[in-house]
């Protein structure tokens, strides 16, 4: 079964770092997405950032310029570089990995907590 493991979360003052990380348990095949998402307290998850096999990425707006989020697909390991956090990106994290055809795999979360 496949399982994705996420660590790295923890307690940071604003204006700190973190490096999130993100690796299947078992190889995953024509993984052409990974992605990053966010859920705070009572709010929707909304996606964070994203990165396509051949590079390409995206961020929502909000963690332009501070967030970067990196990866190997053939690997299955997709990273999230959190720079400058704010107490506004206090949120459980989700990795998701994705292909075309097939499901998305979801991890468990991890919990970043930023005070200020």
């Known amino acids: 079964q496949v399982q994705l493991v996420e660590s790295g979360g923890g307690l940071v003052q604003a204006g700190g770092s973190l490096r999130l990380s993100c690796a299947a348990s078992?190889?995953?095949?024509?993984?052409?997405?990974m992605a990053w998402y966010r859920q705070a307290p009572g709010q929707q998850r909304e996606l964070v950032a994203v990165?396509?096999?051949?590079?390409?990425?995206s961020y929502t707006d909000s963690v332009k310029g501070r967030f970067t989020i990196s990866g190997d697909n053939v690997a299955n390991t997709v990273y999230l570089q959190m720079n400058s956090l704010k107490p506004e990106d206090t949120a459980v994290y989700y990795c998701k990995q994705g292909r075309t055809y097939g499901p998305d795999y979801w991890g468990q979360g991890t919990q970043v907590t930023v005070c200020s």
């Open positions: 990165i396509r096999s051949g590079g390409s990425t």
């Open positions: 078992v190889r995953i095949f024509s993984i052409n997405v």
